[in-house]
């Protein structure tokens, strides 16, 4: 029974906890493929309350009805769905839990050892582990058509290759602090092709000059005229280096202008969607 009460708090607390900024591969996916994935996600959980549920009970019967619905049949009836949409490791890592389900039902009705069972739990749910360390699932932000436009623009303006870095975008009170960091602490190149970007841009919107969002995002992008007509003295823009990349702050003590930098990043998280995420204010307070 501890063992099971262990194993009960291990799979509810698996994604308890996050790093502060999520690093994770990102799967971009339209609704219907995500409804797809979270609800076969829901129901493994739920399939798994149940066995546990029978093995308290010492009813190794109920454990095997509760397992064969998680095996291969679950993953055939969504793999037509997502077999183009999804990669093929994330694939694998799901096939190997669904054989894992089907393997457990089979021992339930012939080895009937819940101790085996428990032990079978674990290593099915170790995958599960990995696959939530390595991918992270959200829905579609801005059309296909729309981010591929932005990246292949991104290209000719920004030095740095998008797949292996991060922008981090952090709206607080005052303004914003925009960071661009890279996946692979030792990838120097890249972090010195981060810091050439950013401490540019910087210098460039220092002067009113917003020419290179422009060129990614378009003439009408939100909270530019507002930025590039602000008053002297009334914007400030301060560029920093970080270990891992570097970063701009922004502030203001005018509200339109703070509003002008929300927008600003929302829409530069709207437009890179594949590669930016949204920091946490509590750590960027100016």
């Keep these: 029974m501890k063992k099971i009460a262990l194993l009960t708090l291990a799979l509810f607390s698996t994604n308890a ?11 971009t996916l339209n609704e219907t493929n995500r409804h797809l994935v979270l609800t076969e996600m829901r129901a493994l959980f739920s399939g798994t309350q149940a066995i546990l549920g029978a093995l308290a009970n010492d009813d190794m019967k109920a454990v095997a009805q509760a397992a064969k619905p998680l095996g291969m049949g679950m993953a055939h009836n969504a793999e037509n769905h997502l077999h183009d949409a999804l990669p093929k490791e994330f694939m694998m890592m ?12 089979l021992d339930a009705e012939t080895v009937k050892d819940s101790k085996h069972t428990l032990k079978q739990l674990n290593q ?41 870095t991060l922008h981090v975008f952090t709206k607080v009170e005052k303004g914003g602090v925009q960071q661009v ?24 919107f220092n002067q009113g000059n917003y020419s290179n969002p422009v060129k990614i995002h378009g003439d009408k992008m939100a909270g530019l005229e507002a930025l590039g007509s602000a008053e002297k003295g009334t914007l400030s823009i301060i560029y920093k280096e970080l270990p891992d990349g570097a970063q701009i702050d922004y502030s203001s003590e005018k509200a339109n202008l703070v509003s002008a930098i929300h927008q600003f990043f929302n829409e530069q998280l709207s437009d890179h969607a594949r590669h930016a995420v949204t920091g946490h204010s509590q750590h960027h307070q100016q």
């Design 17 to 27: 906890f996050a790093e502060e900024i999520d690093h994770r591969r990102v799967l």
């Design 94 to 105: 799901g096939k190997t839990v669904h054989i894992a389900f089907d393997e457990i039902a």
């Design 124 to 164: 099915a749910f170790g995958q599960c582990t990995a696959c939530h360390s390595a991918y992270q699932i959200r829905p579609l932000s801005a059309s296909e058509a729309r981010l591929d436009e932005v990246a292949s623009r991104g290209i000719h303006v920004m030095p740095f290759d998008l797949d292996k």
């Design 181 to 204: 960091i890279v996946k692979d602490k030792n990838d120097d190149q890249q972090i010195q092709l981060i810091r050439q970007h950013l401490s540019k841009i910087t210098r460039e």
